[in-house]
Nanobody, 121 residues
Framework: QVLLVETGGGSVQPGGSLTLSCVAS?????MSWFRQRPGKEREGVAA???????LYPDNLKGRFTISRGNVTNEMVLKMNNLQPWDTGMYYC??????????????????WGQGTQITVSS
């Protein structure tokens, strides 16, 4: 069982930035972020495969950047120009033994508890 701990959520004004961190209890070949916005289905926002492979949905390219972090087994998501519609719960997900180039939630095995992001003036 892989444990995932997310930190970095909070409140920010429109146009602001936040960085989310997810630390896994062991090395995972693939890690990702999903979000669930109010009234909407869960959606993938970024995936990190191996050490540097990345995947984003078209509507978030350029605003969100996923990468390995400086802490062992850490993955970070840097989010710029946040807008009110980015408000929601953000979840870290991981696959320990697979390289997963996908943003389909059902393809990810381990999940964190989530961290809330609120974008409001």
């Amino acid at each position: 069982q892989v444990l995932l701990v997310e930190t970095g959520g909070g409140s920010v004004q429109p146009g602001g930035s936040l960085t989310l961190s997810c630390v896994a209890s062991e090395f995972c070949k693939s890690m990702s972020w999903f979000r669930q916005r109010p009234g909407k289905e869960r959606e993938g926002v970024a995936a990190l495969v191996g050490t540097s492979g990345t995947l984003y949905p078209d509507n978030l390219k350029g605003r969100f950047t996923i990468s390995r972090g400086n802490v062992t087994n850490e993955m970070v998501l840097k989010m710029n120009n946040l807008q009110p519609w980015d408000t929601g719960m953000y979840y870290c997900a991981a696959n320990r033994d697979r390289f997963s180039y996908t943003l389909l939630g059902e393809s990810w095995t381990y999940w964190g508890q989530g961290t809330q992001i609120t974008v409001s003036s």
